[in-house]
Structure formats: structure tokens, C-alpha cells
């Protein structure tokens, strides 16, 4: 049992080209930009913001949308490099597979749908909610759930997933399209909400920009689970706050970037992968760096932290209740929803990719694989995506799993930047499009950045995150691991070399060699 044997890129490329299993190259530079704002342009800028400046930063959540952001940027780098040397859906799982081994790329793909189908989950139920909100703000009490025998049914994650499944399903290019009409009536309400906020700023608000760092008043057990990782290692009392508030307000808000690692989860859609997918991520990521920050010095200045804290539930909405401007609250409930209605459908996309490449490979079920010949999309894959997160968001309490979105993406960033390395040292000869600059120094600065930010997540967060590996990896060894493609190779390798078959082959250590 080989479980460092790697693929190579060659064998990745070859396979994007399997007949009945291929992807339609549809995308352009503009469409990739648009897919990396509509996905981060959502439930990060409307309400996560508003929760980390309550909960840990108060006005220094700038700061902590800056650490977040250069810390996105670093590992995205490394994406871009990755994703110009082999461009083929699958992002990260990919990547590691062509670097560090089957396993830990079965472990990065896992984490992946952690990623993809908890947000797309979470998100789908939070748009049921603000679908309801923009009714009541219409005169009509429509209620987000229904029961059924005693069970709450969030219909609107049920309709908003099943519309966005079906546009996948005709089409990569026409769900793009779709996506770049919602995102640019997005952002129209994010600058609407930039010039209205800054009318009411008050300096006062700004100070203390650290605020100093306080206990949370206990030291139960539900404390200990909600503290972070670092505080619970290093023994300090459960605190919001000062310093490492900064950097605990940076782990949650990362929430408001996962969108670009799932761009590059697209890279076997797009014209000319090597100029086109470097722009494109970049492109996004400078944008929703500068509406993210001028929103939350808006939002600070509006209101103090305090008060954000004092509510159940803090969004930007809570903040222009606070001045009495209830019909920018309104425009805000209407951007809220439209905002969050492109995340689903990039996280939908972004998830069955990662799918799609890990069942192309053997270590999920083949059939899942197969492509529409007139369509080129993953439509089976597609549907049992769609109706599995339908029902996940539909009728359970999944926005418990939050945190699990953003631990599931800093793992794939970790190991990422350290795989940059690990490629350049294998692979002397590639020469990708783009290359992360100052030599090994940013990709191992983006995975310490990146696993200082994990450490800064609850510790509940990583006892579930421990759980969900633990599924991984017994599904990996009882499924994944006989059934890889990989491993028919090696199998195939050991017959030829212990018998007489012409074509002899040999295991050359980490890649099969022909000799």
C-alpha cells in the first residue's frame, strides 16, 4: 500500500480529456472576476463583518479584513501558480495529489466539500431567511420554515438550490451570466451602502480602535468549546478583544474570501487557464479587499461596538436601525438577499467539480464523473449535489457548522503553499504563467499565516473538524483507496514486472515509470 504515490500532470491534463468525462473551456477573465466577487460578496460583507467587530475586533475589524485579505492573497498566489501549471477542475485536491500524495490529497478533497457544501448549505438557509425579510419589509408575513410532522422546513433553501441546479445543469457560460447580472446589483447596493454609512460616521465610535481585551465573564464548558484554539493551548482564560481579538476577528471574517479558491476549482472551464486565471483571481480579490474595508470603516463609524454587540444578531442592517434609517435597512435586506443568491450558485459549481475530480480518479464512485455530451456539464453529479445541500439547508440546523467552512479552506491553503514548493523541487522543468515572487519565502509565510489563522477558530470547531477526518479517512481505506485509479496502475505495474508482459513496467518510487 503506497500511500504517498503521487499523479502526475501530465496523467491529470490527459484525464480532463477523458471522453465522456470533460469540461467545456467557456470562461473568460471577466467571468472569473465576476464568479470570485459574486461568491465573496455575500454573507462575509452583510453579516459577518458586523459579528466579528461585536464579538472580537470592535472597529479594528479593518484590521482584521486586512490580515484576512493578505493572508487570502498569499495562498492565492500560490492557487495561480498551481492552477497555470495544471489547469484542470479539482483546485487543491488536485494540486496535492501532483505533489504530496494520494492521501493527503484525499484528505485536502475531503476537506474541500467540508468547505463547499457547508457554505452553500448555511448560505442556502440564510437566503430562505432573508427571502422572508423582504417580504415582511413588503407587507407580507411569509414565515423562512414551515413544519411538517414536527419538523421545521426552510423552504426557501429547497427553491433557491433547485433554481441555481438547474442553470448548472444547461450550462457553465449561462449560469455565469446569470451570476454577472446579480453581482453587479450587488455591488450596487455595497457602494449605496459605502455613501450612505459614511454620512452618518461619528469619530467618537472609532476610539478605542483596540479595544482592550476583556474575560467573557465564564469558565464552563461551553466557554472552553467556544475559545479559540490558541487561548485553550496556551491556557489563557476565555477573553474577546484587545490583540489576539484582531486576529480571532481575521479567522471568522476569512469567511468573506473563501470565494477564490473555488475560482480556481474552475480552471478546466476557462479560455487560455495561463493569463486568464492570474487576472481574473487577482482582479476579484483587489476589489472585494477594498469594499470589504471602506464597509466596515462605514459600519464602526456608524455605531459604536458596543451596541453591535448588545444585539441578538448583528448584520449592517443593526447598524442603520441604530440611526433610524429604516429604508437603507430595507435596500440592505434586498442586497442581503440578492448578494447571497450568486454565493449558492458558485459554491454549488465549485462542489461538484471537487467531486467530479476526485470520482474521475477512482477515489469516489466513477459514475459520478460522466459529463452531458451536448452539455459538457456534470449533470448527475450536479442534481445529487443540489439535493443534497436542498436538504441539508432545508431541515437541519447546519449554521452550527460555520466555523467548519473556514477550517476546511485554511487546511487546503496550508497545505497548498507548502505544495508549491514540494512542485517547484519535483518539477524543474515546468515554466507556469505565473509564479508566486520572492522564492520560497511567501508560500511558507501564506501556511504559517494560514495555520495561525486555523488556531484562532473555536476549539469546538476543530473536535468537529476531527470528527469529519475521521469519517475521511475510514471511508478513504474501506472505498477510496482500492478503488483508485492510481492503484489499478500500480497493480497493473506489479503483474507486468513479476511476469513477462511486453511494455515492462516498474514503480519508480513516486510515479510509475516506463522502462
Aim: charged share 15%.
Amino acid at each position: 500500500m503506497n500511500l504517498l504515490r503521487t499523479k502526475s500532470i501530465e496523467q491529470s491534463i490527459a484525464d480532463a480529456d477523458e471522453p465522456g468525462r470533460k469540461l467545456k473551456r467557456s470562461l473568460s477573465t471577466w467571468d472569473l472576476m465576476i464568479m470570485g466577487v459574486a461568491v465573496a460578496v455575500g454573507a462575509g460583507i452583510f453579516s459577518v463583518g458586523a459579528k466579528a467587530a461585536a464579538n472580537f475586533s470592535g472597529p479594528a475589524v479593518t484590521l482584521s479584513f486586512a490580515v484576512a485579505a493578505v493572508t487570502c492573497a498569499l495562498a492565492i498566489m500560490c492557487y495561480a501558480e498551481f492552477a497555470t501549471a495544471i489547469p484542470v477542475a479539482g483546485s487543491a485536491y488536485v494540486f496535492t495529489y501532483a505533489t504530496m500524495g494520494e492521501l493527503l490529497a484525499w484528505i485536502i478533497g475531503w476537506n474541500l466539500i467540508l468547505e463547499l457544501f457547508t457554505a452553500a448549505a448555511v448560505i442556502a438557509k440564510y437566503w430562505g431567511i432573508y427571502l422572508s425579510k423582504v417580504f415582511a419589509l413588503m407587507g407580507a408575513d411569509i414565515p423562512a420554515a414551515v413544519s411538517l410532522g414536527g419538523v421545521d422546513l426552510y423552504w426557501g433553501a429547497f427553491l433557491i438550490v433547485a433554481v441555481f441546479t438547474v442553470l448548472l445543469v444547461l450550462g457553465t457560460k449561462l449560469s455565469a451570466r446569470v451570476g454577472n447580472i446579480f453581482t453587479l446589483i450587488k455591488i450596487g447596493v455595497v457602494l449605496f451602502v459605502i455613501v450612505v454609512g459614511f454620512s452618518y460616521v461619528k469619530f467618537e465610535n472609532y476610539a478605542p480602535f483596540i479595544p482592550a481585551a476583556e474575560p467573557t465573564g465564564g469558565t464552563g464548558a461551553a466557554d472552553v468549546l467556544k475559545q479559540s484554539f490558541f487561548g485553550f493551548l496556551t491556557g489563557a482564560a476565555p477573553a474577546q478583544y484587545g490583540t489576539l481579538g484582531i486576529f480571532a476577528g481575521a479567522a471568522l471574517v476569512f469567511f468573506a474570501f473563501i470565494g477564490f479558491d473555488v475560482v480556481a476549482t474552475s480552471a478546466e472551464e476557462v479560455k487560455n487557464p495561463q493569463k486568464t486565471l492570474p487576472r481574473g483571481i487577482f482582479g476579484g480579490l483587489a476589489l472585494v479587499t477594498l469594499l470589504y474595508i471602506l464597509v466596515s470603516l462605514a459600519l464602526t463609524g456608524m455605531v459604536s461596538y458596543t451596541q453591535l454587540a448588545e444585539a441578538e444578531n448583528s448584520t449592517l442592517t443593526t447598524a442603520f436601525e441604530a440611526v433610524g434609517d429604516t429604508s437603507a435597512a430595507k435596500v440592505i435586506a434586498f442586497g442581503s438577499l440578492v448578494g447571497l443568491t450568486t454565493v449558492i450558485m458558485v459554491l454549488l459549481m465549485g462542489l461538484s467539480r471537487v467531486v467530479l475530480a476526485m470520482s474521475r480518479d477512482g477515489l469516489l464512485p466513477r459514475a459520478l464523473s460522466r459529463t452531458s455530451e451536448k452539455r459538457s456539464t456534470p449533470v448527475r453529479l450536479q442534481i445529487i449535489c443540489g439535493a443534497a445541500v436542498a436538504l441539508v439547508a432545508g431541515l437541519t440546523n447546519v449554521d452550527l457548522l460555520e466555523e467548519m467552512i473556514n477550517i476546511g479552506t485554511l487546511s487546503a491553503f496550508v497545505v497548498v503553499s507548502l505544495g508549491i514548493l514540494v512542485l517547484r523541487k519535483k518539477r524543474p522543468d515546468l515554466k507556469p504563467a505565473f509564479r508566486v515572487p520572492f522564492g520560497k519565502v511567501l508560500p511558507i509565510v501564506s501556511a504559517v499565516l494560514c495555520l495561525y489563522l486555523m488556531t484562532n477558530l473555536a476549539v469546538e470547531t476543530w473536535i468537529f473538524f476531527a470528527i469529519w477526518l475521521a469519517i475521511g479517512l475510514a471511508i478513504y481505506f474501506a472505498y477510496g483507496q482500492r478503488h483508485s485509479r492510481l492503484n489499478e496502475r500500480f497493480g497493473d505495474a506489479s503483474t507486468a514486472v513479476n511476469g513477462t508482459a511486453p511494455g515492462q513496467v516498474r514503480d519508480g518510487g513516486d510515479e510509475l515509470t516506463r522502462v
